[in-house]
């Protein structure tokens, strides 16, 4: 676990100091165009050098360093693997819907540093999480891992735009070091192949970054406080120190040629000082493919296909209760989207809207009865949709409300007498059989102290209806209240 923090704390510090490199760029009206595919060479087999290479290094760690008895591997572990075939893991949920997504980030930024675009490296990201499940561990290769670690690691290309937007090749001395620490805490297979080929060191001159609009990359991050109620008591609950980090790549309707990502969001909840997990809360959404269009004066439009990843974690509220809250993911969803925005000549009003329908490939959701090893949520399939609207007052605030509606599917479970099985470290089940309703309510209000400084106060509710075939049905209300003092540029 504390690995995990480290990386966690690792990434706060990173899109930090994000911020005051964009805001340089800013003023200086400079882009860097790392992201024409066409202007890197490609190179396949380092990529698949580097894959390979990184999940060795992360076996090492684990077998040397932490003696984890899994990684204890040989011969006969991997014949093992492959006749045994793939199994549902009972892993901590942390690291099944967060740290897995990651590790695939380095497969794919492998490949993104070698050249390969988007398309290309989705074979990077399946081939080395086939490696890892079926050699690098002594236990049966996992299904949802593998859904996690390929498709979830598509998300790197949001570390692979940040990194490369925080990297200045023209800085030299001590900013260049930060930069470049920074940019390997956030993609480091990109960072060890710049390393290798002589790029971290080179310093270019600065008509290299020259550009004619400003950086496309926007950036906020606030501190404050977190409420996370019991159930719906109002005076019952946890308090929590936030970091909230929200990151936008570009306008989205303002593309013209559309490149997977060339827009997406990003947004990050972070808690201090109590018992609740660092990451409390991780949600990013990429534009694939889009096409924009203006129906009237003021108005535009988009519609595309977008990948979206969704993170939510709590625990236990008191030391009492084992009652969590909520565990929410969708590791691996995709779906189509619309967005829209007016604003009036004067340019004091402006409204955003969204509206997307998602199919969700992995996820899971925390049950009521299904508790083995680590793990207390579960796994499954379904669909869902997002919805959200918010209107800006210019020197005055601003008005968000977002719906994200989630229904997730087990159907590879076990009956409840099935469940008394001793042998527990191999038990294959994606839960509770049934299906779950998950609706998280978010509004927002953004109250402007200047153009750089703002307060937030934000309320997020979420109401679960579990519908089980062995169990009763349970139905489970609770909310969440955060203040903090943003600071975007």
Not at 90 to 112: E, V
Request: hydrophobic share 35%; proline share 4%.
């Amino acid at each position: 676990m504390r690995k995990y923090y480290f990386k966690i704390f690792c990434l706060i510090a990173v899109l930090i100091y994000t911020s005051q490199i964009s805001a340089q760029t800013q003023l200086k009206s400079q882009v860097v165009t790392w992201f024409n595919d066409s202007t890197v060479e490609k190179h396949p087999w380092k990529a698949a050098a580097t894959v390979f290479g990184a999940n060795m290094a992360v076996w090492s760690f684990d077998r040397f360093v932490e003696k984890t008895p899994w990684s204890d591997i040989n011969l006969k572990s991997i014949r093992v693997n492959y006749h045994h075939g793939f199994a549902w893991d009972n892993d901590m949920f942390l690291t099944n819907q967060f740290m897995h997504p990651y590790h695939g980030s380095l497969y794919y930024n492998a490949a993104r540093a070698n050249g390969l675009n988007y398309w290309q490296s989705i074979p990077y990201t399946i081939g080395g999480s086939l490696m890892w499940e079926m050699c690098m561990e002594k236990e049966p290769p996992s299904i949802n891992d593998l859904f996690s670690t390929s498709i979830g690691g598509l998300f790197g290309e949001v570390t692979n735009r940040i990194s490369s937007a925080i990297v200045d090749e023209s800085a030299r001395g001590l900013p260049r070091v930060g930069m470049e620490v920074a940019g390997f805490f956030l993609a480091p297979t990109k960072s060890i192949t710049r390393m290798i080929n002589g790029d971290m060191f080179h310093s270019r001159p600065r008509k290299y970054y020259r550009a004619y609009k400003p950086f496309p990359l926007h950036f906020q991050g606030g501190v404050g406080a977190s409420f996370n109620a019991d159930q719906t008591h109002l005076f019952k609950g946890k308090f929590s120190n936030i970091i909230d980090v929200q990151v936008q790549y570009n306008d989205p309707f303002e593309i013209e040629d559309c490149k997977p990502f060339d827009y997406f969001q990003l947004n990050a909840t972070f808690k201090q000082f109590s018992n609740q997990p660092r990451l409390s809360r991780l949600s990013a959404m990429g534009l694939l493919w889009g096409k924009n269009f203006r129906p009237y004066k003021n108005h535009k439009m988009l519609y595309g296909i977008f990948q979206h990843f969704d993170y939510y974690n709590s625990d236990s509220l008191f030391n009492t209760s084992d009652k969590v809250p909520y565990k929410i993911s969708s590791s691996a969803a995709f779906g189509a989207g619309l967005l829209y925005n007016f604003q009036n000549d004067l340019k004091t009003i402006s409204m955003d809207m969204g509206i997307h329908f998602n199919a969700i490939l992995m996820g899971a959701n925390l049950t009521d009865h299904y508790v083995v090893n680590e793990r207390d949520y579960n796994m499954g399939s379904g669909f869902g949709n997002k919805v959200y609207s918010q209107i800006k007052f210019s020197n005055v605030g601003t008005f968000y409300l977002g719906l994200n509606f989630l229904q997730l599917y087990t159907w590879d479970g076990k009956s409840p007498n099935e469940k008394l099985r001793p042998n527990y470290d191999t038990y294959n089940s994606q839960g509770d059989n049934g299906f779950t309703n998950l609706l998280i309510i978010n509004p927002r209000m953004e109250f402007y102290i200047n153009k750089y400084l703002s307060f937030n106060l934000e309320e997020m509710s979420l109401i679960r209806h579990s519908n089980y075939d062995f169990y009763p049905n349970v139905s489970y209300h609770t909310f969440e209240i955060n203040s903090s003092l943003v600071y975007k540029h």
